[in-house]
T-cell receptor, first 113, second 110 residues
Framework: DGGITQSPKYLFRKEGQNVTLSCEQNLNHDAMYWYRQDPGQGLRLIYYSQIVNDFQKGDIAEGYSVSREKKESFPLTVTSAQKNPTAFYLCATLKDRMGTEAFFGQGTRLTVV | DAKTTQPNSMESNEEEPVHLPCNHS???????IHWYRQLPSQGPEYVIH???SNVNNRMASLAIAEDRKSSTLILHRATLRDAAVYYC???????????FGPGTRLSVLP
């Protein structure tokens, strides 16, 4: 089955540590996105990538970093510079610039302890 | 970016139609109207989208006002599985991000 796999589903991190969230897709989609969702809120864009080896900052990129070395993979690193990292993180894909339907993964819930 | 306004919450009885409104008074001519829904602890899923004409699919119908400043998502017979947060969003620029607001939390009563 084609889809988006985010791992792990739950992640705990100590303050001051970097952590990397995985997002893998086998939909052969060009564009990939990372969103953050806080309780009771909508989604806010962190980073997006329209092609391999290229990515752009979203609205809340500070404290995060990404890479896009392969079409299938778009990992997100939450660095120690992110002051309030506890949140639900969602990865999404879009077939291409003309795509009309975004596909989302099941999310990773990150908790700082 | 053009924004949307939705009620925070709505209630419906099971097997009755549900009309979820969305206002987007600053919409531009090339913005598509998209609807997504999010079940608890899951990622959003696509429901429907349209530009000017009303649209139907197996999940729902989308009614778009003639001036395009508002739209309504119609679930013809609500089921308990339709309880979710529904997001009305505008697609601003191909390839750019989808701007999600807080959405409408729909409760379906048995």
């Amino acid at each position: 089955d084609g889809g988006i796999t985010q791992s792990p589903k739950y992640l705990f991190r100590k303050e001051g540590q970097n952590v990397t969230l995985s997002c893998e897709q086998n939909l052969n989609h060009d564009a990939m996105y990372w969103y953050r969702q806080d309780p009771g809120q909508g989604l806010r864009l962190i980073y997006y990538s329209q092609i391999v080896n290229d990515f752009q900052k979203g609205d809340i990129a500070e404290g995060y970093s990404v890479s896009r070395e392969k079409k299938e993979s778009f990992p997100l690193t939450v660095t120690s510079a992110q002051k309030n990292p506890t949140a639900f993180y969602l990865c999404a894909t879009l077939k291409d610039r003309m795509g009309t339907e975004a596909f989302f993964g099941q999310g990773t819930r990150l908790t700082v302890v | 970016d053009a924004k949307t306004t939705q009620p925070n919450s709505m209630e419906s009885n099971e097997e009755e139609p549900v009309h979820l409104p969305c206002n987007h008074s600053t919409i531009s001519g090339t913005d598509y109207i998209h609807w997504y829904r999010q079940l608890p602890s899951q990622g959003p899923e696509y429901v429907i989208h349209g530009l000017t004409s009303n649209v139907n699919n197996r999940m729902a119908s989308l009614a778009i006002a003639e001036d395009r400043k508002s739209s309504t998502l119609i679930l013809h017979r609500a089921t308990l599985r339709d309880a979710a947060v529904y997001y009305c969003i505008l697609r601003v620029n191909y390839g750019q991000n989808f701007v999600f607001g807080p959405g409408t939390r729909l409760s379906v009563l048995p």
